[in-house]
């Protein structure tokens, strides 16, 4: 099971939108194997705690997130993804 740190640190290691559609899916399947759900359920989860996350670190970090896995920090919602 991994850290929120440690799948945060993995996701960043996507530099494209397949590589981020690839690692979802692969997290996903990780999720519902651990934890049950739909997933619709653990994309919801994956997603907000990559955003809750992404609040930690430098706006360039918080952008890449927002536009690899459409995640935004839960308390920053009005955020639209920036296409770079």
């Keep these: 099971m ?17 590589e981020a559609e690839h690692w979802m899916e ?5 999720y519902i194997e651990q934890y049950g759900g739909t ?6 989860i ?3 705690n990559l955003g809750y996350m992404a609040g930690y670190y430098s706006s360039d970090t918080a ?3 927002r536009n690899l896995f459409s ?4 308390g920053y919602s009005a955020f639209k ?4």
């Design 2 to 18: 991994k850290t929120y740190g440690e799948q945060f640190e993995s996701a960043l290691k996507c530099q494209t939108r397949e």
């Design 81 to 84: 993804t920036v296409s770079k």
């Design 63 to 65: 952008d890449k997130i």
């Design 46 to 48: 994956i997603k907000h």
């Design 71 to 74: 995640a935004n920090h839960p």
């Design 39 to 44: 997933p619709e359920e653990a994309i919801g």
């Design 26 to 30: 692969t997290e996903v399947t990780q």
